[in-house]
């Protein structure tokens, strides 16, 4: 039953909105890289049946498909927006000083 839903686009799709709304309670980028990976993937099985040949045909595909666009996705808003990685902010004064 899984499989059928998984070739579906809308299911792709309404996973990508609620992985979308789940990024706005856990900010952070944790969940928008596979928000977008998941939408992308929801066009790629909406843009027709000709187009999901081989690779994508399967189950493993989509998924192979999913991750590696969220991956992709990822690393570019990790690029774009970056992190703070070791920055730790250091206070020498009190703010009553």
């Known amino acids: 039953m899984s499989e059928l839903l998984l070739t579906n686009w ?20 944790i969940f928008l890289g596979f928000a977008v990976g998941a939408f992308l993937t929801g066009l790629l099985v ?4 000709g187009f999901a040949a081989g690779l994508m045909g399967s189950v493993a595909g989509l998924v192979v498909v999913f991750a590696v ?27 009553n000083d």
């Open 69 to 95: 666009i969220s991956l992709i996705a990822w690393i570019v808003m990790r690029a774009s927006f970056g992190g703070r990685g070791a920055q730790v902010k250091t206070f020498d004064r009190d703010i």
């Open 46 to 49: 909406a843009w027709g049946p």
């Open 10 to 29: 809308w299911v792709w799709i309404a996973g990508a909105l609620v992985l979308g709304i789940l990024e706005v309670f856990a900010p952070g980028f």
